[in-house]
């Protein structure tokens, strides 16, 4: 079946490092690909996605390659900021399907 | 505007009540979902309703119950509350059937049972 795999957080940081969240996946076909964030008593909100291989997805800083070899979507940021502190959930949809697999969620926290 | 609402936002009860939790949506979506958040930041689907039809129906029990009367709304009813039903419940939405299923996130109820 489909599954997401993505590493365990926390991840500590300070202001201005380098982020990387590993995202694994498992699927038939070729899905899409999602990385959603979760700031402090707030829903999920989509941060970028990617729908075939090869794309990469960006947004305020973030970047994320489909990468169909590795099976992989790691989401990369150069500076993190304290106001990226959130849970990063990477998920999958298949085309066409109405279910998406969300991974466990990695928690950031960025320090001043 | 909001596009995916929830309410109440906080819901504090005694177990064993019943409670509804309420959604809707001002984006025109087709697709509408439950989710279950526990403490851990765990993610799990419910139900799903595509154009009022039951499409998703995870293992859950049959103490909770969907409701759809319209596109725009989903509601969640759930019976003989238990102290396992404490968590976030999120509502979101989607236009799945077009390319990416892009979900859309109410805020959450937070459901506390005593």
């Known amino acids: 079946g489909n599954s997401v795999t993505q590493m365990e957080g ?3 940081l300070s202001e201005e490092a380098f982020l990387t969240i590993n995202c694994t996946y498992t699927a038939t ?24 291989a090869d794309d990469k997805g960006s947004n305020k800083g973030f ?41 466990a969620g990695t928690r950031l926290f960025v320090k001043a | 505007d909001t596009a995916v609402s929830q309410t109440p936002k906080y819901l504090v009860t005694q177990m064993g009540n019943d409670k509804s939790i309420k959604c809707e ?24 309703y595509n154009n009022k039809e039951l499409i998703i129906n995870e293992t859950v029990p049959n103490r909770f119950s969907p409701k759809s009367p319209d596109k725009a709304h989903l509601n969640l ?26 979900q859309f996130f109410g805020p959450g109820t937070r459901l506390t049972v005593l």
């Open chain 1, 10 to 12: 926390p991840v500590t």
């Open chain 1, 29 to 52: 076909g070729y899905p899409s690909l999602f990385w959603y964030v979760q700031y402090p008593g707030e829903g999920l909100q989509l941060l970028l996605k990617a729908t075939k």
């Open chain 1, 63 to 103: 970047e994320a390659t489909y990468r169909k070899e590795t099976t992989s979507f790691h989401l990369e940021k150069g500076s993190v900021q304290v106001s990226d502190s959130a849970v990063y959930f990477c998920a999958l949809s298949r085309t066409g399907g109405f279910k998406t697999i969300f991974g």
């Open chain 2, 25 to 48: 949506q001002n984006l025109g979506h087709d697709t509408m979902y439950w989710y279950k958040q526990d403490s851990k930041k765990f993610l799990k689907i419910m139900f799903s």
């Open chain 2, 77 to 102: 009813h759930i019976n003989s509350l238990e102290l396992g039903d404490s968590a976030v419940y999120f509502c979101a939405s989607s236009q799945a059937l077009t390319s990416g299923n892009e």
